[in-house]
């Protein structure tokens, strides 16, 4: 969580100036970009909420995106990030919203991702949509876990500092 917590503060500092919010919907982080971002006191100015999208049946509970706008696009893909991002920031009228899917464990996911594949995407005020793929090559869960958050934090300070 060091690395990861100068970046949540100045995320949360940009936040507050600008009075905007965030959601964030996660899956490999685990939660690790939500509790980044709720180190810093005062968080209920700037965060709505998060979820940890794990599974299938998450996605449908928590996002209720349906089966049809995913048709083609499966989970772990920058696709995927963005409509998950794009379905958080509608479902909570938030200015900003990031997503994270991927592959954390040593063995991969279904999908025939390796260990170590994430697909981030911010979503945000001003028409901004970036999404990135994160592959680090490496089969160590928690170290993934770090890595991804990071890389999730770090593009949204992109567009938020500019």
Partial sequence: MQTLLPLAAGIALLLKQRKQTIVVAESSTGGLIS???L???????????????????ARKLLLDIPDASVKAVRASTEAFALIAARTMRERFAADWAIAE????EPTGNRYGDSAGHSCIAVVGGGGVEQAITLETGSADRLANMRAFALAALELLHRPLST
């Fill in 101 to 104: 899917t991927g592959a954390a």
């Fill in 39 to 57: 180190t810093v006191p005062g968080a209920s100015a700037y965060f709505l909420g998060g979820a940890t999208v794990y599974t299938r049946l």
């Fill in 35 to 37: 509790a980044a971002l």
